[in-house]
């Protein structure tokens, strides 16, 4: 399915070879405007009890998957469904005695919206059904494989530079993840 563009940006990206471009904006274009939808309509999203549910379910796999690539790494940790913490309550909390840190996997890190993205960019992106209905599985599955990637990362950092927590998270590895 090719985009039909307006006769005068058509005759700009042929006269400078920017069919490659093109289909980049059509990305970003996608998964701009999911990311905006998302951010306007999380909180009323998981007040659905099925998404909850399914966030919830995430992020406990991705927490349960982690402890056991912790485990051959073999880091020092105590798992907790549950704990208290500067008294709030956190779930799938990976606690590391030795530097009193903890890593917590909550539900925005579950890879619900990142599914959700790839999900839909793949549906509405141009191309052939014989391939999306084979990559749509795959990418979906890489994104969780990635995304245990970043909470071990995210221990790891805890453990040797957690003054830097902040900027790990937010600048380098959440980036990396998207």
């Known amino acids: 399915m090719k985009i039909k ?20 904006l059509i990305f970003i274009v996608i998964i701009l405007a999911f990311h905006l939808l998302w951010r306007l309509l999380v909180g009323d999203l998981m007040n659905v ?5 399914m966030a919830s379910w995430l992020s406990h796999q991705v927490f349960l998957a982690s402890q056991i690539v912790l485990t ?12 208290t913490i500067g008294g709030s309550l956190r779930n799938n909390v990976i606690f590391l005695p030795d530097v009193y840190g903890y890593v917590s996997v909550n539900l925005s890190c579950s890879g ?34 990635v995304n245990i ?3 071990v990362t995210m221990t790891y950092i805890t453990i040797h530079d957690a003054a830097n927590w902040d ?12």
Request: aromatic share 26%.
């Open 5 to 24: 563009l307006p006769e005068k940006t058509d005759r700009f990206v042929r006269k400078y070879h920017l069919y490659a471009f093109s289909d980049v």
């Open 149 to 151: 990637g970043r909470i």
């Open 72 to 83: 051959w790494l073999g880091v020092q940790f105590t798992p907790f469904d549950h704990m």
């Open 112 to 145: 619900l919206k990142q599914f959700y993205q790839i999900f839909f960019l793949m549906i509405l992106y141009p191309g052939p059904w014989r391939h999306k209905l084979w990559f749509i599985p795959m990418s979906l599955v890489i994104i969780h494989l």
């Open 49 to 53: 009890p099925f998404i909850f549910r």
């Open 167 to 178: 900027f790990w998270h937010d600048n380098v590895v959440r980036p990396f993840f998207y």
